[in-house]
């Protein structure tokens, strides 16, 4: 009905003209004293015959709203629609020039950031082997920068598989001590330089993750504790049954930062002091603690340190 | 001697890679020409082939599957790609292993040791170190004195293998400390001295007084005269 009451307000100007021209009838014919029902009896026809016709617009009206709302564009009736409807294939067409074009330089980015990923892994890989061989300060320094380099391009291919429709999430059962010992043992020259005690023991969990994915967020979490702690030391244990903590007695968090952390670019206080902070490394580990279904959240005191908590337990889910 | 064929366009990785080989007597020929690959495979005969996925001119996949049609010589894949696409693909091309760059020297060693002591000497001891008449053997990480065979404890034996490999060289206990954190024994500076220690009195009662010497604030050396 409310279809209805739209196309009588469409079609007004025709109403309203017959009920002037009915109006005009009857009045000259009441002028010159004619019997009202020869006026009356043509006017009901002409009702009549008008209804028949307008049902039938009706139809056609609403067949072409139903074609409309389905974005199909129905034959033009007339010189304005055609009008129209030439400015609306042209709009079509360059929506879909622009969304193909923006779609492709999308994948050529997406491609060229992947090659460089690869590339730069190159120079890095032959500057870690010859740095090796060189047991001094220096080298050390450099191999430690040269390790957080290394982390940066990770963090780039991280960030680029994460939304990639081709992103593959091998689920399995891992003993988690397996995915813990690399990622220290990545961070062991930075650890060594600056003293830091390592406190850490066997955990002897297995947890139902990707290894790759759950790789990134510990060594990310590592990362942070070595930069944001410059002396004391760094724990990783299990607080709870399932829930890896990751402890450190670094500058710790600002109570105002904390419950943002994990939003992207978001640096805080510590991160404006380190310039070199982007603020993306925690917000991906939220994101892919997400994706697997691990939980993580952040436990700070300025001044005293950090605790990062991540939650892997999960619903018991049936296997069929 | 080992012979050991380096397939890698990069040079600071083809260079690296025979330096910490060449460290561990094993001769190492880095290819000259991207196009005759498996001639010069021919002609050297190595014992274990060091290859890149990415060269020029033909890929190592190619050459992987050409070297297989006539030899089971050993073949290691060095790759910036981790994906387990290119890890399968390699393996499925008759690769023995696999590994993503960047990687460490002790990693490197490890891997063309194992595949070396698989293909061609399952028992002998073939990997070892000698210093002022003792042998280090990476097979059962004992170390051979006057006829002795004595045990040694986990890290006792690799600060040994450290000090050994840099025999005459100052090594830094940073550097010492580096290596035990490869092997996932994360020690501290104390614990790194206590463990010096022990391994002293072991050296000691077997006979090999003052092997190691303290140079005082910087490191350690062994002195093979």
Same mark, same amino acid.
């Given at each position: ?45 002409? =009702? ?59 994948? %050529? ?20 082997? %010859? ?10 320094? =450099? ?64 947890? =139902? ?70 603020? *993306? ?35 018991? *889910?049936?296997?069929? | ?225």
């Amino acid at each position: 009905m409310n279809l209805f009451s739209r196309y009588l307000r469409s079609r007004i100007k025709v109403i309203i003209s017959y009920i002037v021209v009915a109006g005009i009838f009857a009045s000259s014919y009441l002028l010159f004293d004619m019997p009202s029902i020869a006026v009356l009896y043509p006017l009901c026809m002409s =009702l009549a015959a008008g209804i028949i016709v307008m049902m039938i617009d009706f139809i056609f009206f609403r067949s072409r709203h139903e074609k409309l709302i389905n974005e199909e564009i129905p034959a033009p009736k007339d010189q304005i629609e055609e009008d129209y409807q030439l400015i609306i294939e042209k709009l079509k067409e360059e929506a879909k020039f622009s969304q193909m074009k923006a779609s492709e330089d999308y994948n %050529n980015m997406i491609e060229y950031y992947t090659v460089w990923a690869h590339q730069i892994k190159t120079p890095i890989a032959a500057m870690r082997l %010859n740095l090796q061989s060189e047991d001094s300060e220096s080298a050390r320094r =450099l191999m430690g920068d040269l390790g957080r380099i290394e982390a940066y391009v990770e963090m780039v291919l991280t960030f680029l598989r994460l939304d990639s429709n081709s992103t593959d999430y091998l689920i399995k059962e891992y003993d988690l001590d397996e995915i813990i010992r690399p990622a220290i043992r990545k961070y062991s020259k930075e650890f060594i330089l600056k003293k830091l005690k390592l406190e850490y023991e066997p955990v002897d969990f297995k947890v =139902l993750t990707d290894s790759k994915w759950l790789s990134f967020i510990i060594e990310q979490i590592i990362s942070n504790s070595v930069k944001y702690t410059s002396e004391g030391y760094v724990k990783i244990y299990m607080s709870n049954p399932g829930v890896l903590c990751i402890e450190d007695s670094g500058i710790g968090i600002r109570e105002e930062d904390l419950p943002r952390i994990f939003e992207n670019g978001y640096t805080g206080f510590n991160g404006r002091e380190d310039k070199r902070a982007s603020g *993306i490394g925690l917000y991906l580990c939220k994101r892919i603690a997400d994706n697997l279904g691990h939980k993580i959240s952040a436990e700070s005191t300025q001044g005293v340190g950090t605790k990062i908590y991540l939650d892997m337990n999960r619903k018991e *889910i049936g296997i069929e | 001697m080992y012979k050991i064929y380096v397939v890698e366009d990069d040079k600071g990785i083809a260079d690296g890679i025979s330096q910490c080989l060449s460290a561990w007597e094993m001769e190492v020929a880095i290819v000259s020409d991207f196009r005759n690959v498996l001639g010069e495979i021919k002609e050297l005969e190595p014992h274990l082939i060091i290859m890149d996925i990415t060269l020029p001119y033909m890929g190592g996949y190619h050459w992987c599957q050409e070297i297989r049609k006539t030899s089971n010589v050993p073949i290691i894949f060095i790759s910036s790609a981790t994906d387990n696409m290119n890890i399968i693909m390699a393996m499925n091309m008759g690769a023995d292993d696999y590994i993503p760059k960047p990687f460490d020297q002790s990693i490197l060693i490890a891997k063309v040791q194992a595949l070396l002591r698989r293909a061609y000497d399952f028992n002998q001891g073939s990997f070892s170190l000698t210093a002022g008449g003792a042998v280090l053997n990476t097979n059962d990480n004992t170390l051979t004195f006057n006829g002795n065979k004595i045990e040694l404890a986990r890290n006792e034996y690799k600060i040994l293998l450290v000090l050994m490999q840099n025999k005459n060289k100052v090594v830094s206990r940073e550097k010492l400390m580096e290596a035990l954190w490869e092997t996932d024994s994360f020690v501290d500076e104390n614990t790194l001295t206590v463990n010096v220690g022990r391994l002293r009195k072991t050296l000691e009662s077997a006979g090999l007084k003052d092997f190691i010497k303290t140079k005082f604030g910087v490191g350690y050396i062994l002195e093979d005269e």
